[in-house]
């Protein structure tokens, strides 16, 4: 009975999974997405979510941390200069996974697995200056599209000037 047993075991010991999970890890975080089964993809997400959320502090401890998970010096220097800088004002949700149907050998179901940020097709067009713009109500967007169009009229103007 495997009561209370939560890990999927993907038919493999414990050091064989480990060494699977660790190089998926590292693919994922090179080349930002992989192409595996959704098996793998599902516990690729719960191994590789925890070290993306302790890249968010730059620390010697978490660097040792993630290489223990890694093992690879090329992967955690791209985890903590390129996916920490864009996931650092996310509060989790790191890894996207998408279905891509069966395989054609073994009817195995496949999955594409990526890093949420660095999808331009599902990020709606939004950029880190995007991000920074404040929310307007309908009152402010009023004000602030006739002080827009006063701001480009005098540019205008300035342009013409010269």
Same mark, same amino acid.
């Given at each position: 009975?495997?009561?209370?047993? +939560?890990?999927?075991?993907?038919?493999? +010991?414990?050091?064989? $999974?480990?060494?699977?999970?660790?190089?998926?890890?590292?693919?994922?975080?090179?080349?930002?997405?992989? %192409?595996?089964?959704?098996?793998?993809?599902?516990?690729?997400?719960?191994?590789?979510?925890?070290?993306? /959320?302790?890249?968010?502090?730059?620390?010697?401890?978490?660097?040792?941390?993630? %290489?223990?998970?890694?093992? /690879?010096?090329?992967?955690?220097?791209?985890? %903590?200069?390129?996916?920490?800088?864009?996931?650092?004002?996310? /509060?989790?949700?790191?890894?996207?996974?998408?279905? #891509?149907?069966?395989?054609?050998?073994?009817?195995?179901?496949?999955?594409?697995?990526?890093?949420?940020? %660095?999808?331009?097709?599902?990020?709606?067009?939004?950029?880190?200056?995007?991000?920074? +713009?404040?929310?307007? #109500?309908? $009152?402010?967007?009023?004000?602030?599209?006739?002080?827009?169009?006063?701001?480009?009229?005098?540019?205008?103007?300035?342009?013409?000037?010269?």
């Amino acid at each position: 009975m495997r009561h209370g047993d +939560k890990i999927n075991n993907l038919g493999r +010991k414990t050091a064989h $999974r480990q060494a699977l999970l660790s190089n998926l890890a590292c693919a994922l975080i090179e080349n930002k997405r992989i %192409f595996t089964t959704l098996a793998k993809a599902k516990a690729l997400r719960v191994y590789v979510e925890p070290i993306i /959320n302790k890249s968010k502090t730059d620390t010697t401890h978490s660097r040792r941390v993630a %290489f223990s998970y890694l093992g /690879n010096k090329e992967a955690v220097i791209a985890l %903590f200069k390129d996916v920490a800088s864009k996931v650092a004002e996310r /509060n989790g949700g790191y890894t996207r996974i998408i279905k #891509t149907g069966n395989r054609q050998g073994d009817a195995a179901e496949m999955a594409l697995i990526e890093l949420v940020d %660095f999808n331009e097709i599902y990020s709606n067009g939004k950029t880190v200056a995007g991000a920074e +713009k404040a929310k307007t #109500t309908r $009152r402010s967007r009023s004000a602030g599209t006739k002080k827009a169009a006063a701001k480009q009229t005098g540019a205008e103007e300035t342009k013409t000037e010269e």
